[in-house]
């Protein structure tokens, strides 16, 4: 990872980031098209590169991974230099990712409008009544949750392949009426809009510069992931090895995930706390430990079919033994394994201040490390007790769950 240049109070700006459209040099402003040819230096994909022509400065082509630059552009600080993205460059461009490794001071921006705001401007938009998202160099699946009905969203494509993998997901969940809008090469003259609804998607040779601008219908029965936690069992593939919804929603409840936190979920079973804690905000994170390979695999298939597989990380062995190698948590859940000698404590320890630790118990032993750890560091005990209508003969009675014992701590 490259580290980021120290501030220097008073270091004068050397860094251009220059957002450039399909109309290439016309149109850009004055300060920008400056700030461009007093560059000695210039980073661009080789479409910026072709756009910006004609360049007196050097052209340097992004390299393949693009990270690859960075310790070259830091090298030159204090030296004119210029980086060329499309559009925004802080909205899912270079300039955000650029900005954490130099000093804002040391940087002048020039953006253009994004290709969201041109989509929007094309089709009418109100833009804070839309969900943005990219698909470009993300994992395709992390659409799914914005998926709700009568939602619209602008998706950045990976490439010309991405408007029809769209209208595949959207049939397959139900969507097929949805109506796909595909802007190719917006604000230059190769600029085209073409609809199709999603299960009758036929639009073909599509420009692999294009944003698809999707309009959510779903039928009753489609495959919508609810805003809520204590998802229907179902929804996740399992071998019985699962928080069930109602105790999963009151374990999420108790877990208080916040915006940007990481969560420690040992014992994973089938993922689906993991999974939850990250569709309560896309900035969450999960690390699922689990000993079975089985069901490793499993979580790892149940996290992308619900749209947060980039965020989920799997990892394979015995809950105490992970531990060293885990990123800092803010919380914890131990599902399984919570008479495991020293587990809780380990949990404990690694928490930071108002960092929360939830484990649950349906057996006598893991029960009695939960009274134990309740009578050493305090917090709350509860008991959880579920049971469901289910026929009994030709009547209907209720079939009680296991019990659940949980533990509630917040670290002082």
């Known amino acids: 990872m490259t580290a980021p240049l120290p501030p220097e109070p008073g270091s004068p700006p050397w860094l251009a980031v220059v957002g450039i459209g399909e109309d290439g040099r016309a149109g850009l402003s004055p300060a920008a098209a400056a700030a461009l040819d007093a560059a000695e230096v210039v980073y661009g994909g080789r479409r910026h590169l072709a756009l910006a022509a004609p360049l007196t400065a050097e052209e340097r082509p992004w390299p393949s991974p693009i990270g690859q630059a960075y310790p070259e552009i830091l090298a030159r600080r204090g030296r004119p230099t210029c ?13 955000a990712e650029i900005a954490r490794l130099v000093p804002a001071p040391e940087i002048r921006a020039f953006p253009q409008p994004s290709a969201f705001s041109l989509a929007a401007a094309r089709l009418g938009w109100s833009l804070p009544e839309t969900a943005c998202i ?18 619209r969203l602008l998706a950045l494509s990976w490439d010309g392949s991405t408007p029809a993998a769209v209208a595949t997901l959207l049939t397959e969940r139900g969507m097929g009426a949805s109506r796909l809008t595909v802007l190719e090469a917006m604000g230059g003259p190769r600029e085209r809009l073409r609809s199709d609804r999603a299960k009758d998607f036929g639009l073909s040779d599509i420009d692999p510069l294009n944003t698809v601008a999707i309009e959510v219908e779903a039928a009753p029965d489609a495959r919508i992931v609810p805003l809520s936690p204590g998802l229907d069992d179902a929804w996740f593939e399992n071998d019985g090895q699962l928080t069930k919804a109602e105790i999963r929603a009151v374990t999420l409840s108790a877990l208080r995930p916040r915006a940007g936190e990481i969560l420690w979920d040992l014992g994973a079973g089938a993922g689906s ?5 990250c569709l309560r905000h896309p900035a969450n ?24 597989g980039a965020r989920v990380t799997v990892v394979r062995g015995a809950s105490t033994a992970a531990l060293a190698e885990l990123p800092a948590p803010q919380a914890v859940f131990v599902g399984g394994g ?27 032993e893991g029960e009695a490390a939960l009274l134990a750890a309740h009578a050493e560091a305090g917090g709350r005990l509860r008991r959880l007790s579920v049971a469901h209508a289910a026929p009994v003969g030709g009547l209907t009675g209720w079939r009680p769950a296991m019990p659940v014992t949980q533990w509630v701590w917040t670290k002082p």
């Open 273 to 277: 706390v993991s999974i939850e804690w």
């Open 338 to 364: 919570v008479a495991e000698p020293g587990l809780l404590a380990a949990c404990r320890a690694a928490l930071p201040p108002s960092g929360r630790l939830v484990a649950n118990a349906v057996t006598l």
């Open 285 to 308: 994170r999960a690390v699922a430990v689990e000993r079975r390979d089985d069901r490793a695999e499993r979580i790892g298939r149940n996290a992308k079919n619900l749209g947060v």
């Open 83 to 95: 980086l060329l993205a499309t559009g925004d460059p802080f909205h899912f461009g270079i300039g």
């Open 134 to 151: 990219t698909l470009h160099g993300r994992d395709f699946f992390g659409v799914v949750p914005a998926l709700q009905p009568g939602a």
